[in-house]
């Protein structure tokens, strides 16, 4: 697979504003093996989204629906595509123009491994630009975290559509989380590497669903609860040493987030770890060693005299130095 062909699909709904741009840094991709599929989810502007759609005649790929969300957008744009890869771009955002360039590159140099790749990006919020770079070191050593960290931005990935054919169409139910639903369905499967370029623009304004649905905390804390929940006990302590700093770490990275109910849950979980721990202390089991070569009577006092202890929880290890004299009476003593 020399050049690989690469669907970039938009979803939009009432785009107007933005969505010539989108298309434009499409277009402007130094990697020419692609196609743009641009999804019109029921647009309820008098036209105006698909009059900008499709003054680009044949230079991209225009379907129209009624409207369902993100998900169903997606969906479809997935299911019209005849790319080997699939790269999204929401209808509000940009790609830098050696986006697609560079992940291809990148995947030739491992033999174009089937794997979920995602970058880094920059934030724009009106006419500022603000790189995200993620800790590269950390992602390549603690890859669960690509979402338990929040790292991965869906305008920076590029997946085989094989992989989508093998993982199913987007919960359409979802209207804000559906993108971390379905990546964390692909991570059971597949590994997910980060690139260290900033490679897309993710801008912020206020019509976005992250500003305005009221779904993005609800769906969020079910969610992350749930990931949180299914990620193993192992992996939790491969990853920060104990199950109490895991729920330490996390907690301090949810105080970031608007998820305050998944921070909740996982503060309740560190209190009962914490309650755990401190309980199993109070009564901490102690290991006395006698060491003993024959004096079989000293021996056998220096037992009574631990039994006798009013602390019960303690362990006697008798450790016989090669006596030379008759033990039995140690032996059935014990």
């Known amino acids: 697979m020399k050049n690989p062909k690469v669907s970039i699909v938009i979803p939009v709904y009432n785009g107007s504003n933005y969505l010539r741009e989108a298309i434009d840094s499409a277009l402007a991709q130094t990697y020419k093996n692609l196609e743009i599929i641009v999804v019109n989810d029921g647009s309820s502007d008098d036209g105006a989204t698909e009059e900008i759609a499709k003054s680009y005649g044949n230079k991209i790929r225009y379907f129209k629906k009624e409207n369902g969300g993100v ?21 509000d955002d940009l790609y830098y123009p050696d986006k697609i360039e560079k992940q291809i590159d990148f995947l030739r140099t491992i033999q174009f491994k089937k794997i979920f790749l995602y970058a880094n990006y920059s934030l724009l919020q009106g006419e500022v630009i603000t790189p995200v770079v993620h800790n590269h070191e950390m992602l390549a050593r603690k890859p669960m975290y690509s979402l338990l960290r929040g790292c991965v931005n869906g305008i920076t990935v590029l ?4 992989i989508l054919d093998e993982m199913g169409q987007l919960n359409s139910k979802l209207r ?25 623009v993710t801008r912020i304004h206020s019509g976005q669903d992250t500003m305005v649905s009221p779904k993005v905390v609800e769906e969020g804390d079910v969610l992350w609860v749930d990931m949180i929940k299914k990620l ?3 992996t939790k302590i491969a990853y920060e040493g104990t199950l109490l700093n895991f729920y330490r770490q996390m907690a301090g990275f ?11 849950y996982c503060k309740r979980e560190l209190e009962r770890l914490e309650e755990a721990f401190h309980n199993s202390n109070l009564n901490p ?19 009574k005299s631990v039994l006798a202890q009013t602390y019960k929880n303690t362990e006697i290890i008798l450790v016989n130095d090669c006596s030379s004299v008759d033990l039995r009476r140690i032996k059935d003593f014990t």
């Open 176 to 200: 804000v989380t559906q993108d971390y639903d379905y990546w964390r369905k692909i991570q059971t499967r597949y590994d997910f590497i980060h690139m260290e370029d900033v490679l897309s």
């Open 285 to 303: 089991l102690v290991s006395v060693v006698i060491p003993f070569y024959n004096r079989v009577d000293m021996t056998l006092n220096a037992v």
């Open 254 to 264: 949810l105080e970031t987030t608007p998820y305050v109910g998944t921070l909740q």
């Open 232 to 234: 193993p006990e192992s």
């Open 159 to 162: 997946i085989p559509k094989t």
């Open 71 to 91: 998900a169903t957008a997606l969906n479809l744009g997935i299911e019209k595509m005849t790319g080997d890869y699939f790269s999204w771009l929401s209808h």
